[in-house]
């Protein structure tokens, strides 16, 4: 059974950094993109970066200069350093993989649980 599992959130001051880190676990075939969303209070889920297996980036203009995605192909782990964090940054964050498990070999898009991060003087 595949899971991801987020850790790496807590509570930090603004101008400070934290670095979440995501397993995928299980029964892989292959992993291809790998992203960060987060959802704050009262508000939608909204995407925050993603990284292709190849390392092809992509950001929220929000966290552009700030944040961080990278992965490990052969871990099939995903990080996200963020710097420079704000209170607007405050938020659950949750992993997003696409993966193809064995033995179906059908690909799918799968969620970790989320890790909070809040940011607070």
């Known amino acids: 059974q595949v899971q991801l599992v987020e850790s790496g959130g807590g509570l930090v001051q603004p101008g400070g950094s934290l670095r979440l880190s995501c397993v995928a676990s299980?029964?892989?075939?292959?992993?291809?993109?790998m992203g960060w969303y987060r959802q704050a209070p009262g508000l939608e889920r909204a995407l925050v970066a993603t990284?292709?297996?190849?390392?092809?980036?992509n950001y929220a203009d929000s966290v552009k200069g700030r944040f961080t995605i990278s992965r490990d192909n052969a871990m099939n782990t995903v990080y996200l350093q963020m710097n420079s964090l704000k209170p607007d940054d405050t938020a659950v964050y949750y992993c997003?993989?696409?993966?193809?498990?064995?033995?179906?070999?059908?690909?799918?898009?799968?969620w970790g649980k989320g890790t909070l991060v809040t940011v607070s003087a």
């Open positions: 997003t993989a696409d993966i193809t498990p064995r033995p179906t070999y059908v690909s799918a898009n799968y």
């Open positions: 299980g029964n892989i075939y292959s992993v291809k993109t």
């Open positions: 990284i292709t297996s190849g390392g092809l980036t």
